[in-house]
Antibody, heavy 117, light 111 residues
Framework: VQLVQSGAEVRKPGESLKISCKGS????????IGWVRQMPGKGLEWVGI????????RYGPSFQGQVTISADKSISTAYLQWRSLKASDSAMYYC????????????WGQGTLVTVS | QSVLTQPPSVSGAPGQRVTISCTGS?????????VHWYQQLPGAAPKLLIY???NRPSGVPDRFSGSRSGTSASLVITGLQAEDEADYYC???????????FGGGTKLTVL
């Protein structure tokens, strides 16, 4: 069971970006996938979650309208995307898996480092 | 400023017991929502340590335990070891935010 994320990205302010998280070794549509942000030297922040089975999703208040979470269950992949990046979006982003909507995240991806400069 | 408050740092000598608190409110821990704890070793992704307040995933040593009371939860580490030096985070659903925020994190130093 693992989540494998796409590689590090470097973008300029105003550019768009979509990072991915591919699940394997389990039934992708039966677990929630979440995204967690960690800015350099800072703590964990909850971005939002999606249920790939029906694309039901939730966003943290700070991220609502700033990012879009989506999933393609046909290829067991979830996405986090930005339409217009800001320097403050620079961070490590982790995707996570949990069985219940507000359950503990038992599997973490390796992280995708996003640099906006 | 997170709705879940943790001490910024705690420390202990090898073999000792340390407690990390996570203080919430009637909108999260006090409402009975589950609390989860994570360990983040330096340079690594976080790892689930305790789920549903007191349950350990397979492979987590029983030196780690969780509890809750009222609007707070605690992570207790007994028999402290050098490899326990890490950042620890609590997490719980919050009905006022309709989301699942993390605590600010606690840095554990093993003296």
């Amino acid at each position: 069971v693992q989540l494998v994320q796409s590689g590090a990205e470097v973008r300029k302010p105003g550019e768009s970006l979509k990072i991915s998280c591919k699940g394997s070794g389990y039934s992708f549509t039966n677990y929630w996938i979440g995204w967690v942000r960690q800015m350099p030297g800072k703590g964990l922040e909850w971005v939002g979650i999606i249920y790939p089975g029906d694309s039901d999703r939730r966003y943290g208040p700070s991220f609502q309208g700033q990012v879009t979470i989506s999933a393609d269950k046909s290829i067991s992949t979830a996405y986090l995307q930005w339409r217009s990046l800001k320097a403050s979006d620079s961070a490590m982003y982790y995707c996570v898996r949990h069985e219940e909507e507000w359950g503990g995240s038992d599997i973490w991806g390796q992280g995708t480092l996003v640099t906006v400069s | 400023q997170s709705v879940l408050t943790q001490p910024p740092s705690v420390s202990g000598a090898p073999g000792q017991r340390v407690t990390i608190s996570c203080t919430g409110s009637r909108y999260n821990i006090g409402a009975g929502y589950d609390v989860h704890w994570y360990q983040q070793l330096p340079g690594a992704a976080p790892k689930l340590l305790i789920y549903r307040s007191r349950n350990r995933p397979s492979g987590v040593p029983d030196r780690f335990s969780g509890s809750r009371s009222g609007t707070s939860a605690s992570l207790v580490i007994t028999g402290l070891q050098a490899e326990d030096e890490a950042d620890y985070y609590c997490q719980s659903y919050d009905s006022s935010l309709s989301g699942s925020p993390f605590g600010g994190g606690t840095k554990l130093t093993v003296l």
